[in-house]
């Protein structure tokens, strides 16, 4: 069964840890939207992503780019927006929505709705190796058995 993917978009966009854009907020709409098609964050193109941003719908913003969705809240806040979209559809264990917001997460908990935190979906999207997992920092040997030291003395007492 496809999954459902629900993004609280500026705070996904504007999460520490997210790739830096200049403060135009047109800019963190199109830098989440590009980082979600990039890195297949949401894994199977048959999943739905739908992100929602705070505001008014800006005509100069495409509302559907690579089978993403983007919806604006116009005069509600996002967080009634998801809300709104999360109890209009599909089964609550097939969605996943995408927030830090305390409130928005419980209530969707509530519902039986999957959540996610922000900087979970974001290190999904971090590059990896062809292993799967995200490559290790590189260290030399002088580092490395300076570390060991260190724990040693710590846990070797």
Same mark, same amino acid.
């Given at each position: 069964?496809?999954?459902?993917?629900?993004?609280?978009?500026?705070?996904?966009?504007?999460?520490?840890?997210?790739?830096?854009?200049?403060?135009?907020?047109?800019?963190?709409?199109?830098?989440?939207? %590009?980082? +979600?098609?990039?890195?297949?964050?949401? #894994?199977? &193109?048959?999943?739905?992503?739908? $992100? =929602?941003? !705070?505001?008014?719908?800006?005509?100069?913003?495409?509302?559907?780019?690579?089978?993403?969705?983007?919806?604006?809240?116009?005069?509600?806040?996002?967080? %009634?927006? +998801?809300?709104?979209?999360?109890?209009? #559809?599909? &089964?609550?264990?097939?969605?996943? $929505? =995408?927030? !830090?917001?305390?409130?928005?997460?419980?209530?969707?908990?509530?519902?039986?709705?999957?959540?996610?935190?922000?900087?979970?979906?974001?290190?999904?999207?971090?590059?990896?190796?062809?292993s799967g997992r995200?490559?290790?920092?590189?260290?030399?040997?002088?580092?490395?058995?300076?570390?060991?030291?260190?724990?040693?003395?710590?846990?070797?007492?």
């Amino acid at each position: 069964m496809p999954l459902h993917y629900i993004l609280d978009g500026f705070n996904v966009a504007k999460r520490r840890g997210f790739p830096k854009v200049n403060s135009a907020l047109e800019d963190h709409k199109t830098r989440l939207v %590009d980082f +979600i098609i990039n890195n297949n964050v949401c #894994g199977s &193109k048959r999943n739905r992503v739908t $992100v =929602v941003f !705070d505001g008014n719908a800006d005509p100069a913003f495409q509302e559907r780019r690579g089978g993403i969705e983007v919806v604006f809240s116009g005069s509600s806040s996002a967080d %009634d927006k +998801i809300r709104q979209i999360a109890g209009a #559809g599909g &089964k609550p264990r097939d969605i996943i $929505v =995408v927030s !830090d917001d305390r409130e928005l997460r419980a209530s969707m908990k509530a519902l039986g709705v999957c959540v996610m935190g922000s900087s979970d979906f974001i290190m999904k999207g971090q590059k990896k190796d062809i292993s799967g997992r995200i490559p290790k920092a590189e260290i030399d040997s002088s580092q490395e058995r300076r570390i060991t030291e260190e724990l040693r003395k710590v846990w070797l007492k």
